[in-house]
């Protein structure tokens, strides 16, 4: 039975699609994903995604500048819409004001701080879902990126709103508030599980410009072995990681890589 469910996850995994320009201005460009599913791509590289159930909306991450965004959404959808963000890095809650209330994981509320928001905060918890009418969006929990990282899944398509999470490539751990790499390492257990046993497919990653594809089983995978190295202590073939001075950015930050997947961390905190 589970080899069964394994030949039918590649082959449901092996239906891809192209993306169709619906939507430009000077911020941003949306384009269609699959049905009912947007991806907005904004000039300087940030990514949300615009999902439509027969009742309901989502609107997944809020960019960096992208004037009257409110607006510019409901030129794909009129429906209520809930708007979830991912972990509260500036390039993913840059235009929370233009709505009145939003979703995040209470963990990450400690970078709140850095941003005058009046609206209202709900706080997300594991396993929470947001009901669309005819699509459920399902919460999932992913610290290692920050401390409140969180993926939204979508089982019914098989699709995995990402964020950070895993990266666009390279995951960025080495920034504060620190997560310890072991809690990093079951985070890309629990989504490793989720691609074998939980029925997603594909990974829609936070900086979707970068890279202009989703992420498959076997990202996860190498992601895993990574984190695994990393949290007991085999940093062999780590180098320097050259970055321009961040807000979050602090220590010694270096990366160790396979290939398409990389893993960048504080060279003095590890765990
Ligand atoms: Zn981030």
């Given at each position: 039975m589970k080899n069964l469910f394994f030949l039918l996850n590649i082959f449901l995994c092996s239906v891809t699609s192209v993306a169709q320009e619906f939507f430009k201005n000077d911020d941003l460009t949306i384009s269609k994903l699959k049905d009912k599913t947007w991806v907005v791509e904004t000039a300087d590289n940030t990514t949300m995604y615009i999902l439509e159930g027969s009742e309901r909306a989502m609107l997944i991450d809020t960019g960096t500048k992208c004037t009257t965004l409110d607006e510019v959404v409901r030129k794909i959808t009129t429906k209520p819409l809930d708007v979830v963000i991912t972990h509260l890095h500036p390039d993913h809650a840059g235009n929370i004001c233009y709505f009145d209330s939003i979703y995040l994981h209470p963990a990450d509320t400690v970078m709140m701080h850095e941003y005058r928001y009046n609206g209202k905060v709900n706080y997300v918890k594991e396993g929470q879902v947001f009901d669309l009418g005819d699509t459920k969006v399902e919460v999932a929990y992913m610290p290692g990126?920050?401390?409140?990282s969180i993926v939204l899944l979508n089982r019914a398509t098989g699709d995995c709103f990402s964020g950070d999470a895993f990266g666009s490539g390279q995951v960025w751990l080495?920034?504060?508030p620190h997560v310890p790499m072991t809690v990093y390492l079951q985070s890309c257990q629990r989504m490793r599980q989720l691609m074998e046993q939980g029925g997603i497919c594909y990974i829609w990653c936070?900086?979707?410009?970068?890279?202009?594809r989703c992420y498959d089983l076997e990202y996860i995978r190498k992601m895993e072995v990574l984190a695994k190295r990393l949290s007991v202590g085999d940093t062999e073939g780590t180098k320097p990681f050259n970055i321009p001075p961040s807000l979050h950015a602090l220590g010694r930050s270096v990366y160790l890589s396979d290939g398409e997947v990389t893993i960048v961390y504080n060279a003095d905190k590890i765990n």
């Amino acid at each position: 039975m589970k080899n069964l469910f394994f030949l039918l996850n590649i082959f449901l995994c092996s239906v891809t699609s192209v993306a169709q320009e619906f939507f430009k201005n000077d911020d941003l460009t949306i384009s269609k994903l699959k049905d009912k599913t947007w991806v907005v791509e904004t000039a300087d590289n940030t990514t949300m995604y615009i999902l439509e159930g027969s009742e309901r909306a989502m609107l997944i991450d809020t960019g960096t500048k992208c004037t009257t965004l409110d607006e510019v959404v409901r030129k794909i959808t009129t429906k209520p819409l809930d708007v979830v963000i991912t972990h509260l890095h500036p390039d993913h809650a840059g235009n929370i004001c233009y709505f009145d209330s939003i979703y995040l994981h209470p963990a990450d509320t400690v970078m709140m701080h850095e941003y005058r928001y009046n609206g209202k905060v709900n706080y997300v918890k594991e396993g929470q879902v947001f009901d669309l009418g005819d699509t459920k969006v399902e919460v999932a929990y992913m610290p290692g990126h920050t401390p409140g990282s969180i993926v939204l899944l979508n089982r019914a398509t098989g699709d995995c709103f990402s964020g950070d999470a895993f990266g666009s490539g390279q995951v960025w751990l080495q920034l504060e508030p620190h997560v310890p790499m072991t809690v990093y390492l079951q985070s890309c257990q629990r989504m490793r599980q989720l691609m074998e046993q939980g029925g997603i497919c594909y990974i829609w990653c936070g900086h979707y410009p970068y890279v202009k594809r989703c992420y498959d089983l076997e990202y996860i995978r190498k992601m895993e072995v990574l984190a695994k190295r990393l949290s007991v202590g085999d940093t062999e073939g780590t180098k320097p990681f050259n970055i321009p001075p961040s807000l979050h950015a602090l220590g010694r930050s270096v990366y160790l890589s396979d290939g398409e997947v990389t893993i960048v961390y504080n060279a003095d905190k590890i765990n």
